[in-house]
T-cell receptor, first 111, second 112 residues
Framework: DTAVSQTPKYLVTQMGNDKSIKCEQN?????MYWYKQDSKKFLKIMFS???????INETVPNRFSPKSPDKAHLNLHINSLELGDSAVYFC??????????FGEGSRLTVL | SQQGEEDPQALSIQEGENATMNCSYK?????LQWYRQNSGRGLVHLIL?????REKHSGRLRVTLDTSKKSSSLLITASRAADTASYFC????????????FGKGTLLTVNP
């Protein structure tokens, strides 16, 4: 009974390709997030959705496009991948402004 | 911009010892949270302390908050090898409640 699940766990791809990461939460939370963790373990928020509405959009390149089809799902699509996009991407959810529940991460490697 | 800064960046102790990690932040907050991340895993929430609270306990964890100094500390007592992980503080600020901003983390190694 995984609370926040994201797929795939690993992605290895070439520069210029497009990739998607999917996230689902079964906690009934109303807010979902995407975070990027770099090689130095620094976590930076990218996007947040509350009840399917985009509420946080940090200075992320337009190549990154989130999509929330419903409250339980938040997907991330990345176009024209670059070397600097290599990182671990974490999905998380919370009920309003409470604690965050994280997925296990999706490690993206761009060659 | 980064809100929390943990100190030290790395800490190595022996099993049974106490571990103290500190976090400083810059702007006013609604609450401050501590998370643990085991290697290769997602983050796990440990404890949340609100801006009007000064101290909170959960099992072997003790968190303090000093809003006048804009700092917090996490104390793990009687550490175990299983406590080896990275520990992050994170803050929710008044301007954007939904934005939880993380510090760089402290890597704690507990030697058996």
């Amino acid at each position: 009974d995984t609370a926040v699940s994201q797929t795939p766990k690993y992605l290895v791809t070439q520069m210029g390709n497009d990739k998607s990461i999917k996230c689902e939460q079964n906690l009934g939370h109303d807010t979902m997030y995407w975070y990027k963790q770099d090689s130095k373990k620094f976590l930076k928020i990218m996007f947040s959705y509350n009840n399917k509405e985009l509420i946080i959009n940090e200075t992320v390149p337009n190549r990154f496009s989130p999509k929330s089809p419903d409250k339980a799902h938040l997907n991330l699509h990345i176009n024209s991948l670059e070397l600097g996009d290599s990182a671990v991407y974490f999905c998380a959810s919370s009920q309003d402004v409470g604690e965050l529940f994280f997925g296990e991460g999706s490690r993206l490697t761009v060659l | 911009s980064q809100q929390g800064e943990e100190d030290p960046q790395a800490l190595s102790i022996q099993e049974g010892e106490n571990a103290t990690m500190n976090c400083s932040y810059k702007t006013s907050i609604n609450n401050l949270q501590w998370y643990r991340q085991n290697s290769g895993r997602g983050l796990v929430h440990l404890i949340l302390i609100r801006s009007n609270e000064r101290e909170k306990h959960s099992g072997r964890l003790r968190v303090t908050l000093d809003t006048s100094k804009k700092s917090s500390s996490l104390l793990i007592t009687a550490s175990r090898a299983a406590d080896t992980a990275s520990y992050f503080c994170a803050t929710r600020s008044g301007g954007s409640n939904y934005k939880l901003t993380f510090g760089k983390g402290t890597l704690l190694t507990v030697n058996p």
